[in-house]
Nanobody, 124 residues
Framework: QVPLVETGGRLVQSGGSLRLSCAGSGRTFSYYTMGWFRQAPGKEREFVAAISWSGGSTYYADSVKGRFTISRDNAKNTVYLQMNSLKPEDTAVYYC?????????????????WGQGTQVTVSS
C-alpha cells in the first residue's frame, strides 16, 4: 500500500500559477513511478504528467507541455506539479498516482495506487 495525499489545489486566475504536492508514505515510495492525472466535470480522467522513480525521466501531455513541471523529492516522499500559465481548461480535480514500475507512463491502467484528489479551479 502507498497512501497518497494531494494538497495545493485552490481557485486561481487565468495566467496564474499553483504548485500541487502529493505526499506518500512508506520506505518503498522511491521505487514507484509517480503520475498526475486530472478529471474535469463530465469528462474522462486524463493523463497530465509522470516521473520515473529516480526523477531522471519525465513525460507530459501535449496540453500541458511547457507550462507544467513534475518533480519529486524521494527523501520527503513527495511529488510536485508546478503549474504555470494556467488556463480555464485546466480546471479539474487533480489526482496523484503511483505505479510499480521504473519508467514513466501515461497509462492510468499501469498505476496501482491513487490519492483522493485536489480541486483546481482557474477563473477567466
Amino acid at each position: 500500500q502507498v497512501p497518497l495525499v494531494e494538497t495545493g489545489g485552490r481557485l486561481v486566475q487565468s495566467g496564474g500559477s499553483l504548485r500541487l504536492s502529493c505526499a506518500g508514505s512508506g520506505r518503498t515510495f522511491s521505487y514507484y513511478t509517480m503520475g498526475w492525472f486530472r478529471q474535469a466535470p463530465g469528462k474522462e480522467r486524463e493523463f497530465v504528467a509522470a516521473i520515473s522513480w529516480s526523477g531522471g525521466s519525465t513525460y507530459y501531455a501535449d496540453s500541458v507541455k511547457g507550462r507544467f513541471t513534475i518533480s519529486r523529492d524521494n527523501a520527503k516522499n513527495t511529488v510536485y506539479l508546478q503549474m504555470n500559465s494556467l488556463k480555464p481548461e485546466d480546471t479539474a480535480v487533480y489526482y496523484c498516482a503511483a505505479a510499480q514500475r521504473t519508467g514513466a507512463t501515461n497509462s492510468q491502467y499501469e498505476y496501482n495506487y491513487w490519492g483522493q484528489g485536489t480541486q483546481v479551479t482557474v477563473s477567466s
